[in-house]
């Protein structure tokens, strides 16, 4: 893909390793909620493009709804104080809820999500992640379905962004500053 300037892409996982993952958790999914009541809130933006691929791995009757969220501030680190910019849509109430989110960073947005969703009277809630970057946990958060555990490096693709660029691309990159 063409970069900005200055900048340079490096492929981190390709993206048939992502669909051969995905597969696999949407199995996983499949077999643990069966004859269960499941909806899968994705976490916008970064979570899009993995809902919609996972959804499409589950074969279940699932419902999905999105919530979307923002870090105050516009950098690349979380603050923990988290903005709600849009609720859910339905109610979770007896529903088994399996939050989706692209990577877990910190854990202080997934902690967050996490207890508003559990205060909603869900009759369970989990975390699938397609990304994982544990050595930087703040926060303890379950992370129940797991994609990749990756590096200590800031990634693009498959949905992440940097300055809402690069969701577009099929594989996950790290970014490489040139100048
Ligand atoms: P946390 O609250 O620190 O766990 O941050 C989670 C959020 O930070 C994710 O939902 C992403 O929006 C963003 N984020 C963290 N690391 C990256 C990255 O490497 N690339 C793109 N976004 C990231």
């Known amino acids: 893909?063409?970069?900005?300037?200055?900048?340079?892409?490096?492929?981190?996982?390709?993206?048939?390793?992502?669909?051969?993952?995905?597969?696999?958790?949407?199995?996983?999914?499949?077999?643990d909620y069966q004859d269960k009541d499941l909806i899968l809130i994705g976490i916008l933006k970064g979570s899009f493009v993995f809902v919609a691929d996972l959804a499409?791995?589950?074969?279940?009757?699932?419902?999905?709804?999105?919530?979307?969220?923002?870090?105050?501030?516009?950098?690349?680190q979380s603050s923990g104080v988290v903005r709600i910019i849009k609720d859910l849509d339905h109610s979770v109430e007896q529903k088994h809820v399996l939050v989706v989110e692209d990577i877990v960073d910190t854990g202080l947005t997934l902690n967050y999500i996490y207890g508003h969703v559990k205060s909603r009277g869900a009759a369970s809630v989990k975390i699938c992640a397609l990304l994982d970057k544990a050595s930087r946990r703040q926060v303890a958060v379950p992370v129940h379905y797991k994609g990749f555990e990756i590096p200590d490096e800031f990634v693009v693709g498959y949905g992440l962004d940097v300055e809402e660029r690069y969701r577009n691309l099929a594989d996950i990159c790290r970014v490489v500053h040139t100048s």
């Open 1 to 31: 893909m063409q970069t900005r300037a200055g900048e340079q892409l490096e492929v981190l996982i390709q993206a048939q390793d992502i669909r051969l993952r995905v597969e696999q958790l949407g199995a996983r999914i499949t077999y």
């Open 56 to 76: 499409r791995a589950i074969d279940l009757p699932l419902a999905i709804d999105f919530m979307a969220v923002s870090s105050y501030g516009m950098s690349t």
